[in-house]
């Protein structure tokens, strides 16, 4: 661990299991407060004000349990693998060999099985005031993926934001795609309908009932999946549109237009004026609008007085309370012919980045 740090890691209480959990707060880069867990790797909670607890902008829980993972039901605030997204069947094929994971949402695989990267323990590898580097050691096997992986995530606080550098290299082939699966409230509570989403794609991946792709991108054009320019959310989760109904909202992926880093979102808060930019190389980007949210959880950190003001206080987390931004590959890529390669080899470095800039 670097000793360039004044903050300590923080023990914050321990998993079912006996596993012990850790924070590490980032500071002193601009006006923000970025926090950490070693649990799931997860963003625990961005303030765009440090030492102000109404300025909260991510959505999540006051104690450690509510972070690993499907522990909470929603994989908040985690980093999400081996494979993010869905694998129909939890079946795929890598050089001619067909191998079977763990299937957790029947009949399907999602964000890498029962076990994925969302409930470990990350190691810390590094740490000091406006960085945590954080470790992950996946062996053959692990969910059923073939290859041992080695895993970095690299949060570090920016002066208006903070960015997420994820790496993995493996000794076999194997399906790799990673995420981060942190939520949003621009609002800091009450719900995201009023809040601007503009998303540059002008294609989607459309799905059916098992959230598995029916084909390869099409159009946004005429359809409530177009968000070239902003849209409230609440209004198109609304729409009668099928696909609507078949997520109960949006989770679909857009087939992000352009390629390298480049600016994958903008989501506008009009009551705050707080706004988003979210900035990433990955190819696609998931959509997903708090659909099962149930009001089974409840966010510690959300505002007491509503939107944008008043004391920190709790709001149980109902459908469209937050909404996740997730850069990724797309959904079963491994299976789909149309989808881009998604095999990570021996001898290959993956890497992704994810950078959030606020303002207001």
């Known amino acids: ?155 570090t606080l920016v002066e208006d934001g903070f960015t997420l550098d994820l790496a993995a290299t493996t000794d076999a082939p194997t399906p790799l795609g990673l995420t981060s699966h942190l939520y949003l409230n621009l609002a800091g509570g009450g719900t995201i309908n009023e809040h601007l989403l503009q998303v540059p794609a002008s294609r989607y991946v459309p799905i059916d009932a098992a959230s598995i792709p029916t084909s390869g991108p099409v159009p946004v054009a005429g359809t409530p999946f177009d968000f070239r320019e902003p849209a409230p959310i609440g209004a198109r989760v609304r729409v009668a549109d099928e696909q609507i109904g078949l997520a109960k909202g949006i989770d679909h992926s857009f087939d992000v237009d352009g390629a390298g880093l480049r600016e994958v979102a903008v989501v506008r808060e009009p009551v705050t004026g707080r706004v988003l930019r979210l900035v990433s190389d990955a190819p696609a980007l998931q959509v997903y609008t708090g659909n099962f949210l149930d009001g089974a959880l409840v966010w510690a950190g959300a505002v007491g007085a509503g939107a944008g003001g008043g004391e920190a206080g709790a709001q149980r987390l109902r459908q469209g309370d937050a909404m996740a931004l997730e850069p990724h590959d797309h959904p079963d890529s491994p299976n789909q012919d149309w989808a881009e390669g998604v095999i990570l080899r021996p001898g290959q470095r993956w890497s992704r980045r994810i950078e959030w800039h606020f303002d207001g």
Do not use: K
């Open 1 to 155: 661990m670097s000793s360039t740090t004044t903050n300590a890691p923080e023990a914050v209480g321990s998993l079912p299991d006996g596993r012990a959990v850790q924070r590490f707060t980032l500071a002193g880069v601009g006006a923000g407060r970025l926090q950490v867990l070693d649990a799931g790797a997860a963003a625990m909670s961005y303030r765009l004000v440090a030492d102000d607890p109404s300025t909260e902008v991510l959505v999540g829980f006051g104690d450690a349990v509510g972070y690993l993972g499907g522990l909470a039901g929603g994989y908040f605030g985690c980093i999400v693998g081996r494979y993010a997204n869905r694998i129909a069947g939890g079946r795929f094929t890598v050089d001619g060999v067909e191998h079977q994971v763990v299937t957790n949402e029947a009949p399907n695989t999602l964000h890498g099985g029962a076990d994925g990267f969302s409930h470990r323990v990350w190691t810390l590898l590094e740490l000091s005031d406006d960085r945590v580097v954080l470790g992950l050691s996946s062996p053959d096997g692990d969910q059923g993926f073939p290859g041992a992986v080695e895993a970095t995530a690299t949060y």
